[in-house]
């Protein structure tokens, strides 16, 4: 097969996703942002398991970014959110028109403020943007080229920032992968964000633990009953604000079902009952993009519009501010802010189609 994909990040995802579009026969680029961790990698070969076992080898490992998107058919933007616009100004000059960019997830409101870097760069290529609601697999990368996937998620959704082209990138993602479904926005990608429920909280609730590197297991262990009930608390706020826009999403528990097959009679049991997060470690280091992603890319920007739409986000506050004490930064002036995004614009049009 002489289809090209990038693939930008060579973090967990970033190795996992290359290994296994190369292993399914396409011609793979994979960016790592600094030359020094491309001199990590001893040789381009890797081996997966998990939900696939096998050996293959990445064409092409490369920080020189026009390398890596250079006739490139598909680009993954596997990259943790809070890099998206790092990465979007250094691609900003090599893009091409037709060329598809996914973001593996946006997050919150990522195509929107990816957009906004590439236009700021002066990019005019008419490129299919797009994003998922949540990362393909479920993954880590113990070692580097050796990926393993639990789970290859049985559904993921998928939106186009410019809805003209919504049917053409579902056409392109399902020739690799049959579970993704489109959305009808990225409001709706965006609002369907469950990585702010799961990561920050737990680990600002095991933050003795994580900064001890003690050897726990993120899900199982580190969301106990009385950590899943606050995590409920702050589903409901995500799910409460999104409503104000016009948009329904499905809530964590809903989620889960979808996303992993997960039955319970709570969030708890659900996620006690979730096989793919039953071996998953927490994170070792309290610098994690558990925390720096999905607060900065994911509580800020729903607290953001909750407070422009007039809904009362308390618990994902004082999360933000909880965080801004503990690691010594604002958090909320560091994310996906009201000065990034123009949040009113949505909240006119949910307020409009509410009186429809």
């Known amino acids: 097969m002489n289809k090209k994909i990038a693939v930008i990040s060579s ?3 970033g190795q996992s996703m290359a290994a296994y579009f190369s292993y399914l026969g396409y011609n793979v680029a994979l960016y790592a942002r600094e030359a020094e961790r491309v001199d990590m990698f001893p040789d381009n070969h890797f081996v997966i398991s998990g939900a696939v076992e096998a050996e293959t080898d990445v064409n092409l490992i ?4 026009a390398k890596v998107v250079e006739g490139a058919y598909l680009i993954m933007v596997t990259t943790p959110a809070q890099y998206h616009p790092i990465v979007a100004r250094a691609m900003a000059p090599h893009l091409v028109d037709g060329q598809a960019v996914v973001l593996n997830p946006g997050r919150t409101f990522g195509t929107l403020a990816y957009s906004k870097v590439l236009m700021e760069c002066g990019c005019r290529a008419d490129i299919m943007l797009g994003e998922t609601d949540t990362f393909t697999f479920t993954c880590r990368c113990p070692e580097l080229r050796k990926p393993q996937i639990y789970k ?7 939106a186009a920032h410019d809805k003209a082209y919504g049917a053409r990138l579902l056409e392109i993602m399902r020739e690799i992968f049959d579970m993704y479904s ?5 409001l709706h990608t965006g609002f369907s964000n469950i990585g702010m429920i799961f990561h920050p909280m737990p680990i600002l609730m095991n933050i003795t633990r994580v900064e001890a590197k003690e050897d726990f297991r993120f899900y199982i262990d580190g969301i106990s009953p009385l950590v899943a009930g606050i995590l409920e608390k702050m589903d409901l706020e995500r799910v409460t604000v999104a409503n104000a826009y016009g948009v329904a999403v499905p809530t964590a528990r809903q989620w889960l079902a979808e996303a992993y097959g997960s039955r319970g ?12 997060y039953k071996t998953i470690l927490a994170p070792t280091d309290i610098d994690t993009r558990y925390v720096f992603e999905d607060i900065l890319t994911g509580c800020v ?5 909750g407070r422009v739409a007039g809904v009362s986000t308390e618990v994902l506050d004082t999360l933000i501010r909880w965080a801004s004490i503990i690691y010594g930064r ?11 995004i123009d949040l009113s614009v949505f909240s006119s049009a949910s307020t409009s189609k509410a009186s429809e």
Not at 182 to 186: F, I, T
Not at 265 to 276: F, M, V, Y
Not at 330 to 340: S, V
């Open 11 to 13: 973090g967990n995802g």
């Open 62 to 65: 490369s920080s020189d970014m």
């Open 152 to 158: 290859i998620k049985d559904s993921i959704r998928l």
């Open 182 to 186: 489109l959305a009808e926005s990225v």
């Open 265 to 276: 009679a709570s969030l708890h049991e659900q996620i006690q009952n979730t096989d793919a």
């Open 301 to 305: 920007p729903i607290s953001c519009a």
């Open 330 to 340: 604002d958090f909320h002036a560091e994310g996906r802010n009201e000065t990034l």
